[in-house]
């Protein structure tokens, strides 16, 4: 079965941060297949690039923009432009992120790594939220994805920073779904 017959995303965009590689980028694929228009923001322009024509190939719009979501300005920017080139954003998949998993060792790594780990994580992904939802908002239809972690809920050594991270967002999304519904959906 395709995902266009599970799914009908024709006329939505979405905003798929880290969206060049990986999950995000098997996420942005996946969001065109089901015939959304789709905006990758991406600190490495060339790979998410490669990634728009990939998409653009699957019938639907696509936007490479380089985005490093540890810059305020550039995601204003990536919200910006996406609403000019594509017309709105229905759907933002926080999926940028990241830290020193598994070797943040507490008496060997500084505040500023654990600090690096929350902005990454958490900062980034809510000021997205408080930029587009408003789009959404207006829109009548959102949804908003954080990807997370099983680090979020498990106990391992050397996580302080990257699971307590991963944890907040779990609990930031919970939050922000009272505060953004009924109109847009957070899981």
């Given amino acids: 079965m395709k995902i266009s017959q599970l799914f009908d995303l024709t006329g939505k965009i979405a905003i798929v941060t880290g969206g060049a590689n990986g999950i995000g980028k098997a ?5 065109a297949k089901a015939g959304a228009n789709i905006s ?5 322009p060339e790979e998410a690039e490669k990634t728009a024509i990939e998409i653009r190939n699957l019938g ?4 490479a923009i380089s985005c490093n979501v540890l810059k ?19 759907i933002l998949i926080n999926n940028a992120g990241g830290g020193g998993g598994g070797r943040e060792n507490p008496f060997k790594i500084s505040v500023d790594d654990i600090k690096r780990d929350y902005e990454l994580n958490v900062f980034s992904g809510w000021r997205l939220c408080q930029l587009c939802v408003p789009h959404m908002k207006k829109d009548g239809y959102g949804s908003i994805v954080f990807t997370t972690s099983m680090s979020s809920i ?13 944890a907040s967002v779990n609990h930031m999304a919970a939050n922000l779904a009272h505060d953004f519904g009924p109109e847009v959906r957070i899981n």
């Fill in 60 to 63: 639907v719009k696509a936007i």
């Fill in 40 to 44: 990758i923001g991406d600190f490495n």
């Fill in 154 to 166: 498990n106990k391992s050594p050397n996580m302080s920073g990257y699971a307590g991270s991963k």
């Fill in 72 to 90: 305020d300005e550039d995601l204003v920017n990536l919200v910006d432009t996406t609403v000019k080139e594509l017309g709105g954003v229905h």
């Fill in 27 to 31: 996420t942005a694929i996946l969001l």
